[in-house]
């Protein structure tokens, strides 16, 4: 989205349904805001995103993605935060690997209690991926227009 | 092709206020697919539902988007909505533009740019929503009650009064729990056992409740409605069915010398037990750490004695699965250690006790016989000194930042008890604050006060130092404005209470969250109080957080009443968004099989046509739709992509990742 000509990121967010999308809604109740770049995607949990989704978005333009899932030992089907963790490891190592800078993914947990903590991430994290600019290593110029 | 209608709600106008609702549902309309877009200013009222029924009927629609608030709050009852209209439930799609767009962002144009955004992604995603059927499974008519304190005996009670049967597992050889072990009850200070043994009298003779004592679940498997629970039954190495509890061997055991857990160690008991006379079940319960014969083989005086040949020295820990449609939570709690808090001398002068302790001290079945005596020299204290929050609202890292809630009212109980039995000992009372809203509990406190005349201080003691037969208490007096030191002849810490410590290791096994100090946490602070965030497993008494014996029992009915509602239920509606494989892709590689945390997921031989018609058989991944829970992470695990999550599929994930990087 580009406003007076002011790069503005385009950044996804996969929220588990249990924890971190309540934390998102929770944000919201909160009126913490956070940038309109921002925009959330809901899954089940944090286990159902597929490293597919994440380069996917990268390759249609996306210029960070986050990913948010339970805390540790919290998670509402026991272990899928864990599986999380590991998928997005391996991913990460991977994008470090193409050349994508690490900042521009994220794994956080936020509980269903964190609307403040999920308002900062965010702009943090939007922060930090205005400052890189926009993703061009990734994107497939064939989705451009 | 789907024929698509688009619902843009005002909220009145929280959403209204910061988005162009208008100009969403004017972008939006152009998407393709999309045949009706329109807003209303409360799309979840009656009026707003009928636009949504009418809109379906005139136009024909097969997917509905709703941008309207989150998900949680409102997606039932579009869906409803859109049942009685006639179309699949799971049909329909939100786009949180409420709590993820209009409250929190400021700006109009950004916030409309955004609503408009998500708005896509909902079409993308229900352009590939498929009608799905929620399944039912069948629910065991059984509960499990974990703990046999107040708190679990109530709730066990009330469960079998609707003619369902409980399990109640206790670790300890006898229920009672705490309770059994207080002298009176505030503030009306009848005797907690003329109040508890009948009701533990009613939990023995009950048909449909079975205690498992001496007991601990060790495994939990399945979900609400259907949980496979392994209990471990330590050996207590007295037969249960033929012990008659005539207490003979607890009387000849020569091993005399253990300390009595029930009195807190201030007396030894037999090596051969029965904690309390009124003990349910009352069975003696071989102690296996000082048993000479099990420990060297040589005694046996208890089995030579025993007429009714009920020990066993043979016998070992025995693992019994039992089925469950609902499990509560009764664990309960424990006072702190107290060894980060010697500045009040705990271990260095046994006339320094724990409120629990003094409790003992004073019952008619305690250490003393109920006569007010120190531990020490046996000798009658003539003044006392209780110190209240002693490791409770402590936020220096060694205590506990939270108020144990009991101790103000249990402190005045004993004091006035103190006074009323022997005047002439002088008691005073040092407090941060004295909390005490409950019913009849500020009287009680203020009669403590004014009739019986304990001193009350505000102050904390900063130190106990024991001095010959007396303990110096210095303290201040923070009204007064002055140091205090008091000749103390015994000093009882009113101690800050936990969780036991057998709750952590459980709620891992029940997947039940916890908070930072290991109580249970409730599905919702104030809406849902008695049921954890696990569907089937609920909460009773000090387990939750620390409560008082009134509100134990409330909470304990209050957690039998929704176990009661679950299991008069013969089906439960299943979540119809679980996983699928598609067999023509499945290569049975067993990955998907690994990561299912609910073991959904067999391999089953299938067999496939082949364009020759010749069959093969092969090993496919099959889903068992009533054990998944949909977590999605056997679809990642997959690495052919056979398979997929309904509801949430690939595809539609996918759809709105692109909707939203366009």
């Given amino acids: 989205m580009q406003v007076n000509n002011e790069f503005r990121p385009t950044i996804v967010a996969f929220c588990c349904n249990w924890c971190s999308y309540a934390g998102a809604d929770l944000a919201g109740t909160n009126r913490a805001t956070y940038p309109a770049d921002v925009k959330i995607i809901r899954v089940p949990c944090s286990c159902r995103v597929n490293p597919m989704f994440i380069l996917r978005a990268f390759q249609r333009g996306a210029d960070g993605v986050i990913l948010c899932g339970c805390h540790p030992g919290d998670c509402h089907y026991t272990s899928g935060n864990y599986y999380a963790r590991r998928r997005m490891t391996m991913l990460f190592s991977m994008l470090d690997y193409l050349g994508i800078e690490r900042e521009r993914t994220r794994v956080e947990w936020v509980s269903a209690a964190e609307g403040a903590k999920f308002a900062a991430t965010m702009n943090e994290f939007v922060e930090t991926v205005t400052k890189l600019g926009e993703n061009k290593r990734l994107e497939d110029l064939r989705c451009k227009n | 092709m789907q024929k698509i209608g688009v619902f843009v709600c005002w909220c009145g106008s929280n959403i209204a206020a910061t988005v162009d609702v208008k100009r969403v549902a004017e972008a939006l309309s152009h998407e393709n697919g999309v045949v009706y877009s329109t807003d209303y200013q409360y799309m979840c009222s009656e009026a707003g539902q009928n ?316 250490p003393t016989a109920g006569k007010l005596l120190r531990p020490s020299d046996g000798k009658h204290p003539h003044t006392i000194v209780f110190v209240q929050c002693v490791g409770s609202r402590d936020t220096s890292g060694c205590g506990k930042p939270y108020c144990s809630k009991i101790c103000c009212m249990y402190t005045a109980k004993h004091a006035m008890l103190t006074r009323e039995k022997y005047p002439d000992t002088e008691v005073y009372v040092f407090y941060i604050d004295v909390r005490t809203p409950g019913k009849s509990f500020d009287e009680f406190y203020r009669r403590a006060v004014e009739e019986y005349g304990v001193h009350y201080i505000k102050g904390m003691v900063g130190k106990v130092a024991p001095e010959g037969d007396k303990l110096m208490v210095q303290a201040s007096d923070l009204l007064a404005n002055e140091q205090l030191n008091i000749a103390a002849d015994m000093v009882v810490l009113a101690a800050a209470i936990e969780p036991d410590k057998s709750a952590r290791p459980l709620a891992t096994m029940l997947t039940a969250s916890m908070d930072t100090n290991d109580f249970f946490t409730e599905a919702h602070p104030k809406l849902r109080p008695v049921e954890s965030p696990t569907a089937g497993v609920f909460l009773s008494g000090a387990c939750q957080g620390p409560k008082d014996i009134p509100e134990t029992v409330s909470q304990a009915s209050a957690a039998a009443s929704k176990v009661i509602g679950l299991l008069v239920k013969d089906h439960l509606t299943c979540n119809p968004c679980v996983a699928e494989s598609n067999e023509l892709m499945c290569n049975g590689c067993s990955a998907c099989e690994k990561v299912c945390p609910y073991g959904a997921i067999t391999y089953i031989d299938k067999e496939f046509r082949m364009p020759d018609r010749t069959t093969l058989v092969r090993r496919v991944a099959s889903v068992n739709p009533a054990v998944c829970q949909g977590c999605g992470a056997c679809t990642v695990a997959c690495p052919s992509g056979a398979m997929d999550l309904k509801g949430f599929s690939n595809n539609q994930i996918m759809a709105e990742v692109d909707a939203i990087c366009k």
């Fill in chain 2, 51 to 366: 636009l949504i029924k009418d809109a379906i009927k005139t136009h024909g629609l097969t997917g509905v988007v709703v941008c309207s608030c989150s998900p949680r709050m409102h997606e039932n009852t579009f869906r409803k909505a859109c049942a009685l209209a006639g179309i699949n439930p799971y049909m329909v799609e939100i786009a949180n533009i409420r709590e993820q767009c209009s409250w929190i962002h400021k700006d109009m144009v950004q916030a409309t740019a955004k609503a408009i955004i998500l708005g896509k992604a909902a079409i993308a995603k229900v352009h590939l929503n498929a009608p799905l059927t929620a399944g039912t499974s069948p629910v065991k008519k059984r509960a499990l009650v974990i703990g046999g304190g107040i708190a679990g005996i109530q709730t066990a009670l009330d469960i079998a009064e609707a003619g369902f049967e409980v399990d109640i597992v206790e670790k300890k050889p006898t229920i009672g729990g705490k309770m059994s072990q207080i002298d009176k009850t505030f503030p009306t200070l009848d005797c907690a056992a003329c109040i508890l043994t009948p009701k533990m009298v009613d939990v023995a003779q009950n048909e449909l409740i079975n205690i498992y004592s001496y007991s601990e679940v060790s495994a939990v498997k399945g979900f609400v409605g259907n949980f496979t629970v392994t209990i471990k039954k330590k050996a207590r190495y007295v037969k249960e069915d033929v012990c008659t509890g005539c207490g003979l061997c607890t009387e000849k055991c020569p091993q005399k010398k253990v300390p009595n857990e029930f009195n807190l160690g201030m007396d030894n008991r037999r090596a051969i037990y029965i904690p309390f006379a009124q003990a349910v079940p009352k069975v003696a319960t071989i102690d296996p750490e000082y048993c000479t014969k099990l420990k060297t083989g040589k005694c046996g005086v208890c089995e030579k004695i025993c007429t009714a040949k009920a020990i066993d020295y043979n016998q070992k820990d025995e693992f019994i699965e039992r089925e469950y449609g609902a499990i509560v939570v009764a664990t309960g709690f424990n006072p702190i250690d107290l060894k980060d808090f010697d500045e009040y001398a705990y271990s260095q002068s046994p006339d320094v006790v724990t409120s629990l302790e003094f409790e003992r001290i004073t019952n008619a079945a305690g």
